[in-house]
C-alpha cells in the first residue's frame, strides 16, 4: 500500500495506522508504520481487501483516507481438460472443460499445438510450451478451432488460459491425427449385386479399412492399389438399384479420412430376372369371345431392371401365351361359355419373372352354332302333331339352352311363318297346325 504524506514540505515525521478489512465497513487497524507504504502478507489468495491510512502526529489522528481496494491474484489455476478433438485433412476442431476456479476476469484461451514428430523423444519436456505453436481464443469460448495443418498427420495439443493477468498450467496431452484427403473417381456395375469403386486417397498405404454407409468391408488381397488411387468391390446389393455411398477408410492411426460422397455419376448394379410377380391380376367377360385383364405392376424393388412387356399364360386359348406392354389387355377370339385360366409375369432384358396366381374367367353364352338334333314326329293329327328331338351337340350350343323356337312355314316358298316359342328346355312339344299336310317345320334352340 502506498501513500503520500499529509505535509510533504515538513520535517515532522508522522506515525500512520493501517487498516484493513474484507468488507469497506468493517476495517481493523493492522499495524504502523512510519515509511510511506507497506506490505501486507499472508492474505487469501484471489480475495478482495479494502484498505484505509491514518496519519498521527504527537497522539493527534487524522481522519481516516477514502477506503480503497483491491483483489489478490490467483495463486494456481488448474488447467482445463480436451474433452474431444475433431479432424478433417487441414484442421482441427478441439472442446475443453470450463476451468474449475475462481477468477475476476477470464482474458483468453490458448492452444498450444505441434507435429508430434517435433516434440523430443522424452515426454517429460513436452510441458514446455516453447515447443509449441500458439492460437489465442476468446475467453467466452470453450471450442476453438486451428487451421492449416497437414493431412495425414499427428499432433499434439494442449489447451491453457489466463485469467486476472494468471497463466493456468497446461492441460494433460492430447493427440489426434489429420485425415486424408479422399475423392470418389469412378463407380462401375461387375454384376446385379456387386460395384466397384476407385478412389483417390492421400496415402494408401495407410489403409486398413473402409467404411461405407451401411456397409462395411475389409481390405483384402483382391483390392487394387496404386500411390494415389485404389479400388475394392461393394457386394450383396440389390439388382439394378442405384447407390450413393459415403465412403471412409480408417487408417493405420485409428483415424478415419475425411467422408468421400460416391458416386461422381450414376452408379447402379446390372439387371437381373424380376424376382417378383405382378400383382393384383383380374379380369372379367366383355362378351362371348372377350375377356378383359388387368394387372397392377411388379413391386419397385422386385423389378431389377426395365419391365419391358408382359406374358400372359392362358389355358385353352387358341395362344398360349399373349403378349402385351400395358398393365391391361383385352383377350379376343374365345369361345362362348367356356372358362378359360390366366397368369401374368413381366419380362425385362434379362429374362422372365414368376407368374402370378392364376384367376379363372369365364366367356359370355353365345347363339348357339348347332341345330337340335333328330327331330323324330310322334304324333299327328288333322290339326296337330307331336314332335321330340335332341338338343344340339354341346361344343356348338355356346351355353345352357333356355328355349326352343318351332317355325313352320306353307309349301313351297317358306312365306307367311308362325312361331311357336317353346319355353322350356324339353325337347318334346305338342302344338296346333293349320288344316294341312304340307307344311314345313324348322326348329331351333
Request: aromatic residues 10%; proline residues 5%; neutral net charge.
Amino acid at each position: 500500500l502506498i501513500w503520500n504524506e499529509p505535509q510533504p514540505e515538513t520535517e515532522l515525521k508522522y506515525l500512520y495506522h493501517v487498516y484493513k478489512g474484507e468488507h469497506s465497513n468493517d476495517l481493523v487497524q493492522a499495524d504502523t508504520t512510519q515509511e510511506s507504504t507497506y506490505i501486507f502478507r499472508h492474505l487469501q489468495s484471489h480475495t478482495r481487501y479494502y484498505f484505509s491510512v491514518q496519519a498521527d502526529f504527537g497522539g493527534e489522528k487524522s481522519i481516516l483516507s477514502p477506503v480503497i481496494s483491491a483483489v489478490t491474484s490467483i495463486s494456481y489455476l488448474s488447467p482445463v481438460t480436451i474433452l474431444n478433438i475433431s479432424t478433417n485433412y487441414t484442421m482441427a476442431t478441439l472442446w475443453w472443460s470450463a476451468p474449475n476456479v475462481t477468477y475476476s476476469i477470464l482474458q483468453k484461451f490458448t492452444i498450444l499445438y505441434t507435429l508430434k514428430i517435433h516434440l523430443p523423444s522424452e515426454p517429460t519436456v513436452w510441458n514446455d510450451p516453447s515447443l509449441y505453436e500458439f492460437l489465442d481464443v476468446s475467453g467466452t469460448d470453450k471450442m476453438g478451432v486451428v487451421n492449416g495443418l497437414e493431412q495425414d498427420m499427428v499432433y499434439v495439443f494442449r489447451v491453457q488460459y489466463e485469467a486476472d493477468e494468471v497463466m493456468s498450467n497446461l492441460s494433460t496431452i492430447s493427440q489426434a491425427k489429420t485425415l486424408s484427403s479422399l475423392q470418389c473417381l469412378s463407380c462401375s456395375a461387375i454384376s446385379s449385386t456387386k460395384l466397384a469403386l476407385r478412389l483417390k486417397v492421400f496415402n494408401p498405404e495407410a489403409i486398413q479399412q473402409v467404411f461405407i454407409a451401411n456397409y462395411s468391408t475389409s481390405i483384402t488381397s483382391s483390392m487394387n492399389s496404386s500411390k494415389s488411387s485404389f479400388s475394392f468391390v461393394v457386394s450383396d446389393l440389390h439388382p439394378w438399384t442405384a447407390y450413393f455411398f459415403s465412403v471412409a477408410i480408417n487408417n493405420s492411426y485409428g483415424m478415419l479420412t475425411q467422408t468421400a460422397k460416391c458416386p461422381v455419376d450414376n452408379c447402379r448394379t446390372n439387371e437381373d430376372k424380376p424376382s417378383g410377380a405382378p400383382m393384383n391380376l383380374q379380369g372379367y367377360s366383355l362378351n362371348s369371345t372377350s375377356i378383359h385383364l388387368k394387372w397392377s405392376p411388379v413391386e419397385l424393388g422386385k423389378q431389377n431392371g426395365i419391365i419391358l412387356y408382359y406374358l400372359i399364360a392362358c389355358t385353352n386359348c387358341p395362344s398360349k401365351q399373349i403378349r402385351g406392354t400395358q398393365t391391361s389387355l383385352n383377350i379376343t377370339g374365345l369361345n362362348p361359355n367356356t372358362v378359360y385360366y390366366f397368369q401374368v409375369s413381366a419380362v425385362n432384358s434379362k429374362g422372365n419373372g414368376p407368374l402370378s396366381d392364376f384367376i379363372a374367367v369365364k366367356t359370355m353364352d353365345g347363339v348357339p352354332v348347332g341345330s337340335p338334333q333328330n327331330i323324330t314326329l310322334l304324333e299327328l293329327t288333322s290339326s296337330s302333331m307331336a314332335l321330340s328331338w335332341l338338343p344340339p351337340p354341346i361344343s356348338q350350343q355356346n351355353g345352357d339352352i333356355v328355349l326352343y323356337t318351332v317355325e313352320y312355314y306353307k309349301t313351297p316358298l317358306l312365306t307367311d311363318k308362325e312361331n311357336i316359342i317353346w319355353n322350356d328346355k324339353n325337347s318334346k312339344t305338342k302344338t296346333s297346325l293349320r288344316n294341312t299336310h304340307k307344311d314345313i317345320l324348322l326348329l331351333r334352340g
